[in-house]
Every structure is written in structure tokens, then in C-alpha cells.
């Protein structure tokens, strides 16, 4: 039987010590590809060494909106996308940034990472993209580091309307710019994102919408994930997080994924990452 190679990442390693436990289960099972660091907060300095071994890609999830300890540049998210997108952030300031949180990477992980996203997918906002990949061109040159294109697949129609106008809204907000700045320097993208959703609003449950993405997927999609084993009183949505680490651990994961004929594979060793160019 043949299967499509598809890649699932935990986002936000390092925010806390739930989600950080939650992703190395996970990732020993088999259930994940890919995590991506949340290299400013300060339980990434604490727990990076969990990560040592796992295996899957690791990456830098850089983030611009929320202080978790590091100081340096971050505003709301409306703020910074209309700073952006004016062009009025200042290039020196976003390098200076990006560097900062590529250096934590190296420091605690002793290497490049396998790829880079965004917190909120600020990774592909004008003025952070040149950034970004002006600094991989100048650190990793020659290195195959793949980047995230947010660009939505094929979505279900069992999912809500308004989850799929989401997705839409946050490949609109810069994943063709990026993906044609990156091929054209020679770095890779998945092929199309899913996992998208709105924790503050009412969404079928966990299962229900990974069975319809996994219904659209591609050799190369890419999926965002958020579990956490438990969590804090501070995290207002946490609870979606716990649901995913339930479904992603459970039996139900597993039959799903042959039901659809899937099986997680990590990008960096796939011959399904492209230029998009």
C-alpha cells in the first residue's frame, strides 16, 4: 500500500513545562515530526536538552507579539502586521531580533535548526521575511533549512466556515511572498499547511477536525499542532491543548492515519519539500 508522507509540528516548545512534556511523548511515539522552539521564553533555556535525541526536526519559532522573558521587539498582533505591512519596522531592530532567537537556538541545541516558522506565523510578514532569510543566507549557507508556507490545502467542507476563512485569512497575510523569496535563494517549503482554528470560538471537536484534514492531505502537507499533557491557569485556551494531546497519543490517531493512508515522516528527509517558486 502506498502512503502519503505528511509532517505534524508542535508549536511552542519551551512556553510550558505541559506542552513541553506533551511533545516529547509524542515525538518518542512516532506522533510528531517536527517542534519548533519558542527560543525567548525561558523554559526553553530550562528544558531544551529534553529535545536532545528525539527524532524529529527542530526548529525556531520566531516570535515578535508576546514577552516571555527575553527582552527585545514585540507588539499586538494587529499592531505589527499594520507596521509591517506600512514597511515602518525598523530592519536593524527585526534583524537584531531574529538573530537574538537564532543564537538561543544554537546555544542551548549546539547547531542550526532544521527549519524556521512564527509565532503566529510572524515569519512571513514584509520586512521579518527579508529579514529572516537574510540571516539564514549569512549563518547557514549551503544548508537545507526548510521554511513554513502557510498557504492553505484543499479544506474540507465539513469544517466550519468561518475555521476555513481563517486559514485562508493567514495564508493571504504574506505565504506566496515568502515562498517566492525562498525559492528563489534556494530554501524549501512544505507543500500546503492545515491545522488551523480558533480556540476562543466554538470548533467540532479535535478529532472530527483532523479527520477532515487528514481527508485533504498531500505528499509534504504540513500540520500545526498545539498539545500539552496539562496546563496552567494563565493559559485562557488550554484546555484545546489538552484535547490535542489526547486525541494525537490516543489509538484513534493511529486509525486515522491508516484510514487515510498517512504516515508522519519528518520534512527535512522528504522528497516532498519544494521551491514554490
Not at 55 to 75: A, K, Q, R
Not at 122 to 150: D, M
Not at 224 to 247: C, L, N, W
Request: charge should be neutral; glycine fraction near 8%.
Amino acid at each position: 500500500m502506498t502512503v502519503i508522507p505528511i509532517s505534524l509540528c508542535a508549536d511552542d516548545f519551551g512556553i510550558e513545562a505541559g506542552v513541553d512534556e506533551a511533545i516529547v511523548e509524542l515525538s518518542k511515539k512516532g506522533r510528531l515530526s517536527a517542534t519548533s522552539c519558542l527560543t525567548t521564553a525561558s523554559g526553553f533555556a530550562e528544558r531544551a536538552d529534553w529535545l536532545n535525541g528525539l527524532p524529529i526536526d527542530l526548529g525556531v519559532h520566531l516570535n515578535f507579539t508576546e514577552f516571555l522573558g527575553t527582552p527585545g521587539l514585540y507588539m499586538p498582533l494587529p499592531r505589527l502586521i499594520l507596521q509591517s505591512y506600512l514597511r515602518k519596522l525598523n530592519a536593524d531592530d527585526v534583524h537584531t531580533q531574529i538573530g537574538r532567537q537564532l543564537d538561543a537556538f544554537e546555544q542551548q541545541l549546539g547547531r542550526a535548526p532544521d527549519f524556521v516558522d512564527g509565532h503566529l506565523h510572524v515569519h512571513q510578514f514584509p520586512v521579518i521575511r527579508q529579514a529572516l532569510i537574510e540571516q539564514l543566507l549569512t549563518r547557514y549557507p549551503g544548508q537545507k533549512i526548510w521554511l513554513r508556507n502557510t498557504q492553505p490545502g484543499r479544506l474540507s467542507n465539513a469544517l466550519p466556515w468561518m475555521q476555513r476563512f481563517k486559514a485562508q485569512v493567514i495564508g493571504a497575510l504574506g505565504a506566496r511572498a515568502l515562498t517566492r523569496l525562498a525559492g528563489r535563494q534556494g530554501f524549501l517549503v512544505n507543500t500546503d499547511f492545515m491545522g488551523a482554528y480558533d480556540f476562543s470560538k466554538p470548533h467540532p471537536s479535535y478529532a472530527a477536525m483532523l479527520d477532515a484534514w487528514f481527508s485533504a492531505a498531500r505528499p509534504g502537507t504540513l500540520f500545526m499542532t498545539h498539545p500539552a499533557k496539562y496546563i496552567s491557569t494563565e493559559d485562557a485556551f488550554g484546555q484545546d491543548r489538552v484535547e490535542e494531546y489526547r486525541v494525537l497519543s490516543s489509538e484513534l490517531f493511529t486509525l486515522l492515519l491508516d484510514q487515510h493512508q498517512l504516515a508522519v515522516r519528518r520534512l527535512s528527509e522528504s522528497a516532498h519539500l519544494s521551491s514554490l517558486t
